[in-house]
């Protein structure tokens, strides 16, 4: 995993943690993420398995307790999870094909989903959709997308879930932008970063090039 900051040097411009999970399961199943040949089944499969990788990573510095439990062997004090469960949220629509993976490693996991889409003519996000737990300002949320692409959406549904009242969150996202990456942490700079993946450059329609096209088409064979 390479991490890149602006302490670092690495990514002057962004002043809070970048991840970049480089292990070579994930690097690979992004390489056939992106292959325009791989059909919808098999895209579908490589999100969610990336997504269970990243999750794996993004959730590293949990809260953590001891208790005292008995192996057929003996007794021992453990580690377990500790506190209230943290809630994912899913960037509609292409977020839920990150949350299946993230829910099978993550079951007990509250879920949230905001609704955005992005005006064709501003690339800016529109919000038709939004429904969270009741108590989501007292877990860690974990925001995912498949794609960190102009960051706009990003952004939008970081300002929504703090007026929400959430101060620990986290975004997951398999493929980022430069672009994106550096509207996000311009604003929101607290907020870490967990990605397979960065691309430099963006089109003249937001999409991230090299990228790997429309994340949610590929996932339900719209298009």
Do not use: W
């Not at 990150?98 to 609704?115: K, N, Q, S, T, Y």
């Not at 102009?150 to 929400?164: F, H, P």
Request: a negative charge; glycine letters at 6%; proline letters at 6%.
């Amino acid at each position: 995993m390479t991490e890149l900051s602006a302490e670092h040097g690495a990514i002057a411009s962004l002043p809070a943690p970048v991840l970049v999970v480089d292990h070579p399961l994930v690097q690979h199943k992004v390489t056939l993420a992106r292959n325009e040949d791989t059909t919808t089944d098999n895209f579908r499969r490589l999100v969610k398995e990336i997504s269970q990788l990243l999750t794996y990573e993004a959730t590293r510095d949990l809260a953590m307790e001891t208790v005292s439990i008995r192996t057929p062997i003996a007794q021992m004090q453990s580690p377990m999870l500790s506190g209230k469960k943290l809630c994912l949220v899913s960037i509609l629509r292409a977020g839920n094909g990150f949350l299946d993976g993230m829910l099978e490693l993550l079951p007990a996991a509250r879920v949230g989903h905001i609704g955005l889409y992005r005006d064709p003519d501003t690339l800016e996000p529109i919000e038709y959709y939004f429904k969270m737990p009741d108590d989501v300002h007292e877990r860690l949320v974990i925001v995912v997308d498949p794609m960190l692409a102009t960051g706009n959406s990003a952004v939008a549904a970081l300002n929504r879930l703090k007026e929400a009242g959430v101060t620990a969150l986290k975004y997951v996202c398999l493929i980022a932008s430069r672009p994106g990456l550096r509207a996000l942490q311009n604003a929101h700079p607290e907020v870490c970063i967990v990605t397979a993946a960065i691309d430099e450059e963006l089109d003249e329609h937001g999409y991230i090039v090299p990228g790997l096209g429309d994340a949610g088409d590929r996932l339900y064979g719209t298009r």
